[in-house]
């Protein structure tokens, strides 16, 4: 039986097979391995996160995709990082083992602040 998060190998392929479902091109794949939500990373992000920021706001990605929406942030931090890259530059996040997709929209396109996080387990 496999774990809930399963190993690396199918996260990764579980995301290309959504990206090929979607006609998107893969511009990079970056893994962060041995990273425990439980480790309290303080001010200081992963270097992996540091990588996934450059490419979209170099504009080098429009899109972060995931096996689930919990595997793009260890921490409530990350988690608001993440919005935040979300709202400043319009990306795409999706995943692969969710329903749906999740696109920053205007105002005028959604209620509230315009992105709605539906994060379940």
Not at 37 to 47: F, H, L, N, Q, V
Not at 66 to 95: F, I, K, N
Request: with cysteine; glycine share 8%.
């Amino acid at each position: 039986m496999e774990s809930k998060g399963g190993n690396l190998t199918q996260q990764v392929e579980l995301s290309q097979a959504l990206c090929d479902r979607k006609g998107w091109s893969v511009v990079d794949v970056i893994v962060e391995k041995d990273t425990s939500a439980s480790t309290k990373r303080g001010a200081k992000r992963s270097p992996e996160w540091e990588r996934v920021k450059a490419l979209v706001e170099d504009g080098k990605a429009d899109a972060i995709v995931s096996r689930h929406y919990d595997r793009m942030y260890r921490t409530p931090w990350d988690l608001e990082d993440l919005v935040d890259l979300a709202e400043a530059t319009g990306v795409t996040l999706a995943a692969a083992q969710a329903q749906g997709v999740l696109e920053r929209r205007t105002a005028a396109q959604a209620p509230a602040d315009g992105l709605a996080l539906g994060l379940s387990r």
